[in-house]
């Protein structure tokens, strides 16, 4: 009876995690299709519209679902270095295409760890969307792959640095903010990046 009451309870706790890989799943094959490209671009439109007269035509790409789920975060590079990230886990709203607009915003203007990104500049500028699982714990920085993988950096003084897998360049620079913050807890979860 034991060992069934621990198999049933194991198998509930597991059930978020499968619909979860399933999102993600369906987030990378979306990453791989023009539909992709053309959201990227209506991104890039919409970060010129905030900076002249010109309007943007609504995109029409059906998104696969994020809402409760899954976060997301939109991250401008330019030459391989970061100018601007913002996003959360949680949203809002559930209409993506106001979600990405709102969080576009963030990374060219709101993001405190960077000057404010110069439109001017957005033609050489890359951005990239990150898809994110729900953060898990982990007990070491060694465990997770940076180009898959993002991390919540929790401080002893309460801080919260969360890095996309754009932002992160190997496990040797977030070793230097883990001692530089004081890092109490790490976390990382799963990503999947459009660019």
């Not at 519209?49 to 330019?78: D, H, M, W």
Request: aromatic share 10%.
């Amino acid at each position: 009876m034991r060992f069934a009451i621990g198999f049933i309870a194991g198998v509930l706790l597991c059930l978020p995690l499968v619909a979860e890989e399933k999102l993600l799943g369906e987030w990378k094959q979306f990453s791989r299709s023009n539909q992709s490209r053309k959201m990227l671009q209506w991104l890039r439109c919409q970060a010129k519209e905030r900076f002249s007269p010109n309007k943007c035509r609504e995109l029409q790409v059906p998104l696969p679902a994020f809402y409760g789920k899954l976060g997301l975060f939109v991250t401008i590079q330019e030459k391989y270095r970061v100018r601007g990230c913002f996003g959360a886990f949680f949203h809002k709203t559930d209409k993506p295409y106001q979600v990405l607009r709102e969080y576009l915003h963030g990374a060219l203007r709101e993001d405190l760890r960077h000057p404010p990104f110069d439109i001017s500049r957005l033609p050489e500028a890359k951005i990239i969307i990150t898809v994110a699982a729900q953060p898990h714990s982990i007990r070491n920085l060694e465990d997770i792959y940076p180009s898959r993988e993002g991390v919540v950096l929790t401080s002893t003084a309460g801080r919260h640095f969360i890095y996309v897998p754009a932002e992160i360049r190997n496990t040797n620079s977030l070793k230097t903010i883990v001692r530089k913050y004081r890092i109490l807890d790490i976390k990382t979860f799963k990503a999947v990046s459009i660019q």
